[in-house]
Structure formats: structure tokens, C-alpha cells
């Protein structure tokens, strides 16, 4: 995604009034257009369990377009001070660390400034929140990662939660679970759950990549699988964590957006649409309501959605033919008032 394309601020309606989502927290006008940028939120090096150095990592996120990364080995915290160096490269390391607790309960810690302590409990909800309490403490953003990696937790889990800021629905790890087996549902299934009862968080797509030696082949933790594309008026980590806490982002595992909008009234969606080719892609967008509803889907682009205030919150997922997706965040949509 280029970062050359500009966009409105993403709108959340409430009862009482809609403000901009935007890096700086103000109402767009138009000195303060804003920008996309691409960056990966889960990625691992050989100070953890990957195959390539801090190094080796950042010139592949660069070469293949992205903007800003996050480096999340276990335990141990990435300075980006000691690697970031280039301030004119377009591209900006946060600082990061998976926070590794027992119970298999990981989170993201992205944005910190120094090493996230592990944390032990009786319950995963106790460990989640300590670790997300911590990561708050540095200013940081927390990411809840794999709900469904060896089955750790699940939404009930997720929901006593207080600061909670991003949950992984998408990954290009093999092993992490994310549709579900039947009995534990899908992580997109239990973000709406959590939405559907009064939590705001918001949904990424990762890499959790490993390996970037040898051949890219499906058992294999990968780069280029997953990522996030926020809307903030400068490539700096304070407007990028702010974009991020905001939910002024979307999630993608390949399939690229041009606008999202909304409104009082609707949320309209546009898709960037690959190159004409012998067998070009066809896109469709769903959009999704409380209860994880299926509220209208739509074949056209832009794609738009009329808020009716039944829907306590609209989210839209874009599908490609070929089985890529992107997924917007929520729009907080209030009860209309009778007349």
C-alpha cells in the first residue's frame, strides 16, 4: 500500500456526536490530511525462536513496501534506538516484545520503551490483564495474540478485560488456530463477541513470522502474510500508536482498501482492485453487526452500508476470489431516536 494515498477520518457515531479517529485525535480539515501506512505488528528474530537477524528482518518489511514493523521476540525487548537509525528511509521500528506467560497467554507489547515482565496467575484473565496493565504503564499498546494457539483462552476469557486494545484474527503462522475447530470458535467469531457485548477492540492481521530463510512453503511461518494499514498524519510512533488505539486501521491478509468512510448515516468501503489480467479478482463486502450478524453484502465498489440503529456496531469484511480478505474496524452506531 502506498503511503501516497489519502484518506478521510475513520467516524465513530455515538449517541451523542461523531468525532475523527486521527493520529492527533482533532477533526480532519483540510491541513490535516491523513496517510496510509503499512506495517507488521508480530515478527521474530533470532534473539528468540526465528531463523534472521533485527537486520535481515527490517531490509525484507522494506524491500517488500511496508512502512513501520514491530519486532516482538519473547521476553525480550527490540530497541529500535540501536537499529533504526535512518531517518530518511520512510520506515519506522517500534519498539517492541512478546510478552510470553504462562498458560500460553502472549500479548504484543508494541510500542514500549523497555522490557515487559512476565506474569503468572490462577486464571488467563488475570494474566491477561496484568500484562496489558503493564503495557498501558509504558504508554504502549497491548495486542492479545492466538487465542487459539494449544486452545489458551477464549472470549470468556477476554471479557471481564479493562484496557484491552487489539486482538490477532489473522496470522501466516501454521499453528495458531484461528478458524477454530467447531467447538471453539474462529477468532473473528470471538471478536464480535466481545464487541457484541459492549468492548471496544480492534482486530489485526499478523505475520507472526519465524522464517525467512530456505523456501516460503505453507508450513512455514512466513513473512508477508498478514498486516495492518493505518491512517495517521505522519510515520511517527506516537501517531502510529495512536492510529492503533484508535482503530483508525484496517487488517489485511492481502486484499488492499483505498477508503473507508463513515458517516451519521453509512459506511462505505472502496477496494484498490489489482491489475486488469487474463482472470482478474472479483471482491465482495460483507457487513457485519452485533452478534457477529451478516447485515447485507454487497458486490459493488465502493461498497456502502445505511446504518438503520439496530446494530449496535458495523464492521465490513472484504473477500477476494481468491481468498484473501481485509477486515475494517467497528463503527459504534447508536439507537435512533423515535420520532
Same mark, same amino acid.
Not at 14 to 40: D, H, I, K, M
Not at 119 to 141: E, F, K, M, S, W
Not at 203 to 213: E, L, Y
Given at each position: 500500500?502506498?503511503?501516497?494515498?489519502?484518506?478521510?477520518?475513520?467516524?465513530?457515531?455515538?449517541?451523542?456526536?461523531?468525532?475523527?479517529?486521527?493520529?492527533?485525535?482533532?477533526?480532519?480539515?483540510?491541513?490535516?490530511?491523513?496517510?496510509?501506512?503499512?506495517?507488521?505488528?508480530?515478527?521474530?528474530?533470532?534473539?528468540?525462536?526465528?531463523?534472521?537477524?533485527?537486520?535481515?528482518?527490517? #531490509?525484507?518489511?522494506?524491500?517488500?513496501?511496508?512502512?513501520?514493523?514491530?519486532?516482538?521476540?519473547?521476553?525480550?525487548?527490540?530497541?529500535?534506538?540501536?537499529?533504526?537509525?535512518?531517518?530518511?528511509?520512510?520506515?519506522?521500528?517500534?519498539?517492541?516484545?512478546?510478552?510470553?506467560?504462562?498458560?500460553?497467554?502472549?500479548?504484543?507489547?508494541?510500542?514500549?520503551?523497555?522490557?515487559?515482565?512476565?506474569?503468572? *496467575?490462577?486464571? #488467563?484473565?488475570?494474566?491477561?490483564?496484568?500484562?496489558?496493565?503493564?503495557?498501558?504503564?509504558?504508554?504502549?499498546?497491548?495486542?492479545?495474540?492466538?487465542?487459539?494457539?494449544?486452545?489458551?483462552?477464549? #472470549?470468556?476469557?477476554?471479557?471481564?478485560?479493562?484496557?484491552?486494545?487489539?486482538?490477532?484474527?489473522?496470522?501466516?503462522?501454521?499453528?495458531?488456530?484461528?478458524?477454530?475447530?467447531?467447538?471453539?470458535?474462529?477468532?473473528?467469531?470471538?471478536?464480535?463477541?466481545?464487541?457484541?457485548?459492549?468492548?471496544?477492540?480492534? #482486530?489485526?492481521?499478523?505475520?507472526?513470522?519465524?522464517?525467512?530463510?530456505?523456501?516460503?512453503?505453507?508450513?512455514?511461518?512466513?513473512? *508477508?502474510?498478514?498486516?495492518?494499514?493505518?491512517?495517521?498524519?505522519?510515520?511517527?510512533?506516537?501517531?502510529?500508536?495512536?492510529?492503533?488505539?484508535?482503530?483508525?486501521?484496517?487488517?489485511?491478509? *492481502?486484499?488492499?482498501?483505498?477508503?473507508?468512510?463513515?458517516?451519521?448515516?453509512?459506511?462505505?468501503?472502496?477496494?484498490?482492485?489489482?491489475?486488469?489480467?487474463?482472470?482478474?479478482?472479483?471482491?465482495?463486502?460483507?457487513?457485519?453487526?452485533?452478534?457477529?450478524?451478516?447485515?447485507?453484502?454487497?458486490?459493488?465498489?465502493?461498497?456502502?452500508?445505511?446504518?438503520? *440503529?439496530?446494530?449496535?456496531?458495523?464492521?465490513?469484511?472484504?473477500?477476494?476470489?481468491?481468498?484473501?480478505?481485509?477486515?475494517?474496524?467497528?463503527?459504534?452506531?447508536?439507537?435512533?431516536?423515535?420520532?
Amino acid at each position: 500500500m502506498s503511503s501516497a494515498f489519502k484518506a478521510h477520518g475513520l467516524w465513530v457515531v455515538t449517541s451523542v456526536a461523531f468525532a475523527c479517529l486521527s493520529g492527533a485525535g482533532e477533526a480532519q480539515s483540510p491541513s490535516t490530511a491523513l496517510n496510509w501506512y503499512r506495517g507488521n505488528l508480530h515478527t521474530h528474530t533470532i534473539s528468540s525462536d526465528g531463523d534472521s537477524s533485527p537486520w535481515d528482518l527490517m #531490509a525484507w518489511y522494506k524491500r517488500n513496501g511496508y512502512q513501520f514493523l514491530a519486532i516482538t521476540d519473547h521476553n525480550t525487548f527490540t530497541d529500535p534506538a540501536a537499529l533504526d537509525t535512518n531517518p530518511n528511509d520512510n520506515f519506522l521500528l517500534l519498539g517492541g516484545e512478546e510478552v510470553t506467560n504462562e498458560k500460553t497467554v502472549h500479548v504484543n507489547a508494541i510500542g514500549i520503551t523497555k522490557v515487559v515482565p512476565t506474569y503468572t *496467575g490462577a486464571t #488467563a484473565t488475570a494474566i491477561l490483564q496484568a500484562t496489558i496493565d503493564a503495557i498501558r504503564a509504558q504508554g504502549a499498546v497491548p495486542l492479545i495474540n492466538h487465542p487459539n494457539f494449544r486452545w489458551a483462552f477464549t #472470549a470468556r476469557d477476554m471479557l471481564p478485560l479493562k484496557g484491552a486494545a487489539l486482538l490477532e484474527i489473522a496470522s501466516g503462522h501454521p499453528a495458531v488456530n484461528h478458524a477454530g475447530d467447531g467447538r471453539i470458535p474462529a477468532t473473528e467469531r470471538m471478536w464480535d463477541e466481545l464487541l457484541s457485548a459492549g468492548m471496544r477492540i480492534f #482486530a489485526v492481521a499478523v505475520d507472526d513470522a519465524h522464517n525467512f530463510r530456505q523456501e516460503f512453503t505453507i508450513d512455514r511461518a512466513n513473512p *508477508g502474510r498478514g498486516w495492518v494499514v493505518v491512517r495517521a498524519p505522519a510515520l511517527t510512533r506516537e501517531h502510529v500508536l495512536a492510529a492503533l488505539g484508535e482503530g483508525n486501521f484496517y487488517a489485511s491478509s *492481502g486484499v488492499e482498501l483505498r477508503n473507508v468512510t463513515a458517516t451519521k448515516t453509512d459506511l462505505s468501503v472502496e477496494i484498490q482492485t489489482n491489475a486488469p489480467s487474463g482472470s482478474p479478482k472479483r471482491y465482495r463486502v460483507v457487513f457485519i453487526g452485533k452478534d457477529g450478524r451478516e447485515l447485507a453484502t454487497s458486490l459493488d465498489n465502493p461498497a456502502r452500508y445505511t446504518f438503520d *440503529g439496530s446494530e449496535s456496531y458495523v464492521r465490513a469484511r472484504i473477500e477476494d476470489s481468491g481468498g484473501l480478505r481485509a477486515w475494517t474496524q467497528p463503527v459504534f452506531v447508536s439507537p435512533q431516536t423515535p420520532r
